[in-house]
């Protein structure tokens, strides 16, 4: 399915008036799921550190009669993500959905001779830059009367995977967080759950050539965007703390 499309497929603009910040949007899934809730109605904030991946995802959603607008942000930089926000605040007047998508994947290898630089990036990306992009967005959701955090998880976390430790612990760390900052800002309307994907043919699966436990649905980036839209269209006080899979076998 063209994401570009959705809307029009349902015959309505389920995210119209509504602003929604996606870090790693240049590719991939943030790409796919920019496009879809620009046609369902939001203007999108894309975040990403490739400013030629932000402008063409920009372009595209531009072309296609929506409203975006391209934010190179380092996620492990907090100045940097509350800069993102301030953007958005300044372009749009807002921000109501957020997904934390930006997310790193480290070369396999046991944990014995793991590269422990490498180790610590990608828990620097994918937790402290998810953690930098939910705490940074709390105030503006506020000023909204409530929103959607949205967290990129990973069924990695449900079973040990050898070889992908890095991967794997931060994101089990990343949902331990989801859960604890959903409690804290459910007064605030605001609800914080965890998107698992899956395997998706991405550039961090080598396109689909990542062994994965057999039986696995192997996804395009676009299969990815109903359960995103679902998570983006439910009540402002609707499921928090909540972990929504793609994937056939949790462990």
Not at 43 to 56: G, I, N
Not at 69 to 89: F, G, H, K, P, S
Not at 124 to 134: D, F, I, P
């Amino acid at each position: 399915m063209n994401t570009t499309s959705f809307a029009r497929d349902k015959g309505a603009a389920p995210l119209a008036g509504k602003v929604a910040v996606i870090t790693g949007g240049g590719r991939g899934i943030g790409r796919a799921i920019a496009h879809a809730y620009a046609d369902a109605g939001a203007a999108v904030v894309v975040a990403a550190r490739s400013s030629e991946e932000l402008d063409a995802v920009v372009r595209s959603i531009e072309a296609h009669g929506g409203k975006a607008l391209a934010c190179r942000v380092d996620v492990t930089d907090y100045a940097n993500v509350e800069a993102m926000y301030a953007q958005a605040v300044e372009h749009f007047g807002g921000v109501d959905i957020v997904l934390a998508n930006a997310g790193l994947g480290t070369p396999g290898g046991p944990i014995e001779t793991a590269n422990l630089d490498a180790w610590k990036r990608t828990f620097e990306v994918n937790l402290y830059g998810a953690l930098h992009t939910a705490r940074a967005a709390i105030a503006p959701l506020r000023k909204r009367g409530g929103g959607k955090l949205i967290m990129t998880g990973s069924g990695s976390r449900h079973r040990p995977m050898p070889g992908l430790s890095a991967y794997a612990t931060s994101k089990l760390a990343l949902w331990m967080l989801t859960q604890t900052l959903a409690i804290e800002v459910q007064d605030a309307n605001i609800s914080v759950n965890e998107l698992i994907q899956g395997p998706v043919r991405t550039e961090m699966t080598g396109f689909g050539k990542v062994a994965f436990p057999p039986g696995e649905w192997m996804k395009e980036p676009e299969d990815v965007v109903p359960l995103a839209m679902f998570l983006a269209t439910q009540p402002l006080v609707g499921p928090t703390a909540q972990s929504f899979s793609l994937m056939r076998r949790a462990g």
